[in-house]
Every structure is written in structure tokens, then in C-alpha cells.
């Protein structure tokens, strides 16, 4: 067909979809999201579709927002690099939300974009662009292989077809993916948006109530913390939260608590909220998990390891926090827990504490080196390279840390006990004409 005859095909094509009720887009429209730091907590594709998508028929934002959640709420993703992730995160929206075509009048057929099945010798138009094929092929090349081995991913995804015409034109199907990766004129790449994986600095402010503590923290799953977040977030986010609920935990604290309690208290709370980050191999994986050291390195050097680099491939776990840590706390605050506890059940020590969701007994503050679950993987993912019932199991060692007291003078010169009406803090503490008031840091005043 000469380019003339195209054209008259394309203008006939045109007239007929404009006046066709069944024309499956003209009842949709183009729309955005919303951004802000709200939104972003509970839709990972905020930030990254910066541009306006279609929303088809009988489909709402909501929806669209729980698909990108579901896609994107995977653990191991979390595991990887940042690089990764974000390539991840716009191979995903691309495929959710599909950019609107420049100048797009969804009652005008003439203003679609017929590309797509013009290859195919079809006269149809989509009001959409296609995504580029880079936004597939950037997944591929920056996650490490053992991802891809274990979600499927592979390069036949990126050149697969896909019906964009919503079950209209079934004899043939376009490429999913704009093989010309002209983002300027043809397809689109979403934008890479700043994301965190299982670990971050600490922020040290002011308002980080763990200032001087803690210097590198590892990231709880946001929806450990709200069920409707998505698990994939902006740096500082999660940590933000957990800031926000241990500063309101923290106004319950009487202002008349000695110093020594005060810091043994916060260090408390500290370590609870925020375990650190370890790196282990999954070579080291394969020993916790039951075999030999002769056994896994074997399996590391098959073809299959060497492809998934198990020698040098890495995942973080949790290293909790020393035992003394809370027996410290017990101890210096002994006199006042029951005031504590009373105005905050969640200040009362537990020393023997369980990790909440692990299965091998993990302890909130160890004595020794323990061992701890991974990760949560889905269902029926188990590594190729062993029997399906190998339990991937990590050691959180090397050690238990011990934080001494001078890390801790950041956090401490920031507080200053006071006492109620009738009561001081008194200059020589250990004066024998002191009426102290036991477990406080207050005296009774001189009258």
C-alpha cells in the first residue's frame, strides 16, 4: 500500500471511529496523579509518571493504584540495588500507566496514534503511546541475575506482543514495547524516582530522637507499619514514620526521669525500632541452610551459580541489639517503670522478647550469635540451584554490638530533667539533708 492510499484508509478509519459508539476509548479520559508525600506512601508509581495517562472505561484511579502496589509490594526487590529497583519501579508503571498521546482528543479518532498497528498494515489508533523498549531492557541489565532467575524475568518479555486495541483487532498484536525508544516523539520512559532498598544513614537532627545512637539503620517494610503503603519508598520515609511514633511515645516520659534512666530508656527504644543492617552472601546461605561449605561452594561454581553469581551475590538481614542493652534499661529505671509503664504499657522492658513474625525463635536482644529467616519471598519461589525444601537461613553475627556511652553524648546533651511545683533538682545530690524523691531526679525544696 502507497503512502496515498494509507492516508485515505487512515481518514476513512478515522471518520468511522469518531462516530462509533463502540469505539472502545472515547469514553475514557487522560488524567494525573497527585503528588504529594501522602500519595506516595500508599502508590510506588507516584514521582515516576509525571506525565498524563489514559484511564480507560470502568477503570479507577484506586484501581490502578492497587495493581501497582501488588506489583511492586515484593521483598526481594528490596534486597537489590537502588539501580535496580528504580528500573524495576518504571518498567512497572510504564505498563500500569500508559502515557496519553501529545494532543490527544479522545473524541477525535483523527488525533490518535496509529503507529503501532501500522505495522501490522491495520488502520487502527490507541490514545495512548507505547512504552520504550528500554524501560524492559534497563530491568535486565541492572538487577542482578538471581532476581531475575527468581521472579521469571527474562528478555522474550521485552519483545513480546500485547493487545492495546482492549479485544477489538484480535488477529494480530503490536509489539508492547516502542522498539525506536524515541521518548521524544514515539514512546515514553517514566521518570526515575529517588527509592530506598533495606538500608539508609540514619538522619541525625535535631528531631531524630535516636541521634547519637545509631548511625546506619535497616528498613523496615513500609507495610509493616500501614498495610495500605507500598513496601518501595522515597529514602527517609519509613524512617520519618517510625521518628514520628517514637517522638509521641516519647511525651509520655515524665520530665522528672534522671538522666541515667533517660538515656538507658531511649537506647531501649532505639534498638527496638532500629536493628542493623548485615550483609551475608548467598553462598553463606547455602551453609546456614544445611549444606557443607564443600557443598555450596560446588554449587557456586556450577554454570547455573556462576550465571547467578551465588559467590558474591549479597542480601541484608537484621543484627539485633545486646541483651545488656535492655537490662540496662530495666535496672537504671527500675524505681520509676511502674509510673512508666503506666502512662505507656509500651515502655515496660521485655528482655526475653521474640522477634514478631520470625519462625526460628529470634530474639529481640540476643546474647550470642543467632539465626534468622531472610526474608519473605513469595510463595513457591525457591532458589534453582537446591532441593525445594532447602530453608535459606541467615546468621546475624558476627557479634552482638555493644554500644558504649560516648556514642551516646549527641543524644544526652539535648535533655534536662525538670521537677513539678514544690520540688528541685538538687546541687549536691548526695547532701544527707536531701528529701530526695526515690527513682526521680527531684528533691523537695527548701522551705
Not at 544513614?201 to 547519637?212: F, I, L, M, N
Amino acid at each position: 500500500m502507497n503512502g496515498f492510499g494509507y492516508l485515505l484508509m487512515l481518514l476513512l478509519a478515522a471518520l468511522l471511529n469518531s462516530s462509533s459508539a463502540t469505539y472502545p476509548f472515547s469514553s475514557g479520559r487522560c488524567t494525573t496523579l497527585a503528588v504529594s508525600s501522602s500519595a506516595r506512601l500508599v502508590n510506588p508509581c507516584v514521582g515516576a509518571v509525571n506525565y498524563a495517562y489514559y484511564l480507560p472505561p470502568g477503570v479507577t484511579p484506586s484501581i490502578l493504584e492497587k495493581r501497582a502496589r501488588n506489583a511492586l509490594n515484593n521483598t526481594m526487590l528490596l534486597q537489590m540495588s537502588t539501580t535496580c529497583i528504580q528500573s524495576v519501579v518504571q518498567w512497572t508503571c510504564a505498563k500500569i500507566y500508559l502515557k496519553c498521546f501529545p494532543k490527544i482528543d479522545l473524541t477525535n479518532a483523527t488525533s490518535y496514534n496509529y503507529a503501532p498497528y501500522k505495522a501490522l498494515s491495520q488502520v487502527y489508533g490507541i490514545p495512548f503511546q507505547r512504552p520504550c523498549l528500554s524501560t524492559c531492557q534497563s530491568v535486565g541489565t541492572n538487577c542482578a541475575k538471581i532476581y531475575l532467575s527468581l521472579t521469571g524475568f527474562s528478555a522474550s518479555l521485552c519483545t513480546a506482543t500485547y493487545d492495546y486495541s482492549y479485544g477489538d483487532i484480535t488477529a494480530v498484536k503490536p509489539m508492547r514495547y516502542d522498539a525506536s525508544n524515541d521518548a521524544v516523539n514515539k514512546c515514553f520512559v517514566p521518570q526515575a524516582t529517588p527509592v530506598v532498598g533495606m538500608s539508609e544513614a540514619y538522619s541525625v537532627s535535631s528531631t531524630s530522637p535516636c541521634s547519637g545512637f545509631i548511625d546506619t539503620i535497616l528498613i523496615p517494610t513500609a507495610n509493616k507499619l500501614n498495610v495500605n503503603f507500598t513496601i518501595i519508598q522515597a529514602p527517609g520515609t519509613i524512617q520519618k514514620v517510625i521518628n514520628t511514633q517514637m517522638t509521641t511515645q516519647f511525651a509520655t516520659i515524665p520530665a522528672f526521669v534522671p538522666t541515667s534512666c533517660y538515656k538507658a530508656l531511649i537506647r531501649y527504644q532505639c534498638s527496638i525500632y532500629f536493628p542493623k543492617p548485615k550483609k551475608h552472601t548467598l553462598l553463606q546461605a547455602l551453609i546456614y541452610g544445611g549444606l557443607t561449605s564443600v557443598q555450596a561452594t560446588t554449587v557456586a561454581a556450577t554454570t547455573l551459580g556462576t550465571q547467578l553469581a551465588l559467590s558474591s551475590s549479597s542480601f541484608i538481614v537484621p543484627e539485633f541489639h545486646a541483651l545488656s542493652i535492655c537490662q540496662d534499661y530495666a535496672t537504671k529505671c527500675a524505681k520509676l517503670l511502674p509510673q512508666l509503664v503506666a502512662r505507656n504499657p509500651a515502655l515496660a522492658p521485655n528482655c526475653s522478647a521474640l522477634v514478631s513474625g520470625t519462625t526460628y525463635g529470634t530474639r529481640q536482644f540476643p546474647t550470642t550469635n543467632q539465626t534468622v529467616n531472610l526474608l519473605s519471598v513469595a510463595t513457591g519461589v525457591t532458589l534453582p540451584t537446591g532441593p525445594p525444601s532447602l530453608t535459606f537461613r541467615f546468621k546475624s553475627g558476627p557479634a552482638p554490638i555493644y554500644y558504649n556511652e560516648t556514642q551516646l553524648a549527641p543524644l544526652v546533651s539535648s535533655y534536662s530533667p525538670s521537677c513539678p511545683k514544690g520540688f528541685v533538682i538538687p546541687e549536691h545530690p548526695n547532701h544527707a539533708n536531701n528529701v530526695d524523691v526515690t527513682g526521680t531526679a527531684c528533691a523537695m525544696a527548701c522551705m
